[in-house]
T-cell receptor, first 113, second 116 residues
Framework: DQQVKQNSPSLSVQEGRISILNCDYT??????FLWYKKYPAEGPTFLIS?????DKNEDGRFTVFLNKSAKHLSLHIVPSQPGDSAVYFC????????????FGAGTRLAVHP | GAGVSQTPSNKVTEKGKYVELRCDPI?????LYWYRQSLGQGPEFLIY????????DSGLPNDRFFAVRPEGSVSTLKIQRTERGDSAVYLC??????????????FGAGTRLSVL
């Protein structure tokens, strides 16, 4: 039973354009959501997060949107750069517990010149 | 060190052997997590330590898997009688505490375990 789903295994975007990565979840107990970025042979690196009391959080070129009623979140990267090419994982958790992260399967983003 | 350190980076073993994977968390972090990432999937939670004790081991797949953190710092994940299905990247993460959503988990580079 996959509680966090990233339905697009890969995404290709031209440099300078917007990248939109999507994530869906099923467990309504989740109240905190994170995006991690992973390069080959490295561990996941925290990128940006959002609490369920918000619907948007922005950090530079990265913005995360949360639609609680649809149990959907998305990560927008504007403008996309070649260095953004990596695997992006969506993760969810219940903050009243032990911060155990439930991850999606990831989306591989390729930004080409 | 500045980040989470995991050793070895790669481990090749034969079916039925015993392996130990080590994690050295960020200094001062009391919370430590182990995850397992199989090919084409996201990391999957295994166990969480708060200090020396395992507060949540609900993700350990069976009793061949065991983890310790005797002094509240370094942790060792132990796998007995390894099976080919245990082949995966084992990731360790640490955070300042284990509660409060603002406590971000920082991951090590992982140990790639291959069971032949």
């Amino acid at each position: 039973d996959q509680q966090v789903k990233q339905n697009s295994p890969s995404l290709s975007v031209q440099e300078g354009r917007i990248s939109i990565l999507n994530c869906d979840y099923t467990n309504s107990m989740f109240d905190y959501f994170l995006w991690y970025k992973k390069y080959p042979a490295e561990g996941p690196t925290f990128l940006i997060s959002i609490s369920s009391i918000k619907d948007k959080n922005e950090d530079g070129r990265f913005t995360v949107f949360l639609n609680k009623s649809a149990k959907h979140l998305s990560l927008h990267i504007v403008p996309s750069q070649p260095g953004d090419s990596a695997v992006y994982f969506c993760a969810a958790m219940f903050s009243g517990g032990y911060n155990k992260l439930i991850f999606g399967a990831g989306t591989r983003l390729a930004v080409h010149p | 060190g500045a980040g989470v350190s995991q050793t070895p980076s790669n481990k090749v073993t034969e079916k039925g052997k015993y392996v130990e994977l080590r994690c050295d968390p960020i200094s001062g972090h009391t919370a430590l997590y182990w995850y397992r990432q199989s090919l084409g999937q996201g990391p999957e939670f295994l166990i969480y330590f708060q200090g020396t004790g395992a507060a949540d081991d609900s993700g350990l797949p069976n009793d061949r898997f065991f983890a310790v953190r005797p002094e509240g710092s370094v942790s060792t994940l132990k796998i007995q009688r390894t099976e080919r299905g245990d082949s995966a990247v084992y990731l360790c993460a640490s955070s300042k505490t284990g509660t409060g959503a603002e406590n971000i988990q920082y991951f090590g580079a992982g140990t790639r375990l291959s069971v032949l």
